[in-house]
Each structure stands twice: as C-alpha cells, then as structure tokens.
C-alpha cells in the first residue's frame, strides 16, 4: 500500500478543486481549526478482473464536525461506460477477499432509525464513455481517526432503502 499524503487545510482545498469538488461556504471556518487532507490513489484489491484497468483517487478532508470525501476513477472498462455504481466508505482496509473490508462504515452517533442515506458515505459514481467518473459528498458528522478504512466501489448502485450496491469490484484502502 503506498503511503497517503497528509496536509493542512490549503494542501487540502488544493486537493478537492483540483479533483473538480467545491467546497461548501464553511471553508474558511476550515483554515482556522486546521484539518488535513488524505489523498490515496489505488485500488489495493480488484476483485473482479473485468476491472483490473480502472484507478482511483480519493481525496478525505475532516474537521469537528463534518466530513467531505471525493472520488475519482479511470481506466474503467468500455462497458462501464453510462453505468452508475455504488461507492461507499467501509469499516476495515482492503484485503485479498472482498469482504475483507467489512461492512459499511454508519455514524456511530446516529439515533436509530436514521436512514441509511443519513448514516453512511455513498459516492455512486457514473463512468463516462472516457471510461472516467467523479463523485464527491460531505456528511454533518466526522468520521474518527482510524474508524474506516477502505472505500470499495460495488456493481450496481446503492438501493437507498438498504444500502445494497451489490457485488464488490475493488477497493482502495484509506486511512481515514
């Protein structure tokens, strides 16, 4: 696994504009409370071999009390291309097995009955005929040090009822 880059805040705002996010009218409040960025590029694992081309890039800034995470892939196959698929952030780091990387990671803070789309990170993406995609979203709650680990994209995308994405493709570990 290569070793993710950690920077201060405008190491990280870098970061997401350059992977085409924008970043939410409370950037300044970043810059004063000091968060710093992960930037990891991978996948670790590819578990379907259709898709040992494709590549990513995920860009992680936190601060007290919210998360933004972006998504970039490439390389994807020719028949991704107009396909949505399911991405989300998972509890522990890739492995050779899919379900190495566990379930998906829920805000431990949530109140039960929280909807799915409320308690976890989903970044469906939509692969382009350039075999390319980007997704980016941000969460009103912070995910801990060391409480994820991985973000996997899945073969279909996510089922907002259930969280099901389907089928693991790859998975890049990320040390949030």
Do not use: Q
Request: aromatic share 6%; net charge positive.
């Amino acid at each position: 696994m290569r070793t993710p880059v950690r920077a201060p805040v405008l190491l990280a705002a870098s970061a997401l504009a350059a992977s085409g996010a924008a970043l939410v009218p409370a950037a300044p409040a970043l810059a004063r409370s000091g968060p710093h960025a992960i930037v990891v590029r991978g996948p670790d694992n590819v578990h379907d071999r259709a898709f040992r081309t494709a590549k990513t890039k995920v860009v992680v800034v936190r601060d007290h009390h919210r998360t933004w995470v972006s998504l970039r892939v490439w390389g994807m196959p020719r028949e991704a291309a107009g396909r949505t698929f399911g991405a989300h952030v998972h509890v522990n780091r890739c492995g050779p097995k899919p379900e190495d990387a566990g379930p998906h990671y829920h805000d431990p803070d949530a109140p039960p009955g929280t909807p799915m789309p409320k308690k976890e990170i989903w970044l469906d993406v939509t692969v382009r005929a350039d075999g390319r995609g980007h997704s980016r979203t941000s969460v009103p709650w912070r995910v801990a040090e060391k409480a994820a680990g991985s973000l996997v994209v899945h073969a279909k995308p996510t089922d907002p009822k259930t969280g099901d994405a389907g089928a693991r493709l790859f998975c890049t570990t990320v040390p949030f």
